[in-house]
């Protein structure tokens, strides 16, 4: 198991679209295990491929809480099938954007499909925190951002704030 390094805004590689994974070969399945132990690390409750630079459709999650048992999903070619008419409004985070959280409106449950570690397809139903992840997660996949869901004047506020950032840091 390896840490991998985060991608940070403005890396274009989060703009990118990541192409379908063909074969669960063991490389693919090393490159995921590898993400649940960055995901942990950071730590975090979801990470996508862009986000460790790679243009592959694989997402990791663990939304349990700290008083639940650890409940890792690893997903591959995962695709919404079903998206309820009823939204909720969540605060998310995302590790490429570190230190700007916002409320983002998504649909409260969604079906997805997806291949297993065994490559085979399965389908799964989330609602509350783990809805807006996996949501989050495909977002980053098709490369959209949270900052995307938000009202023109919020997201300029945090990609000006984020080039404050990086210009200092920088100096
Ligand atoms: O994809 C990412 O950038 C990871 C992101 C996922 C996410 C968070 C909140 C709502 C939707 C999707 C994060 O994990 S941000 C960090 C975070 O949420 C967290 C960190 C420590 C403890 C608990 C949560
Ligand atoms: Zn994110």
Sequence with gaps: MALMPLVLLPQPVLRQVAQPVNDITDDILQLANDMAETMYA???IGLAANQVGLLKRVIVMDCARDDEPPALWKMFNP???WLSKENTKMEEGCLSIPGHNAEV???SEVHVS???IEGQKQEMQATGLLAACVQHEIDHL???LFLDHL???KRDMIMRK???ENRTQND
């Design 142 to 144: 098709n490369g959209v």
């Design 42 to 44: 950071a730590p975090g």
């Design 151 to 153: 009202s023109r004047l």
């Design 105 to 107: 409106v998504r649909p």
């Design 79 to 81: 695709e919404i099938i």
């Design 162 to 164: 984020v080039i404050k």
């Design 114 to 116: 997806y291949l297993d």
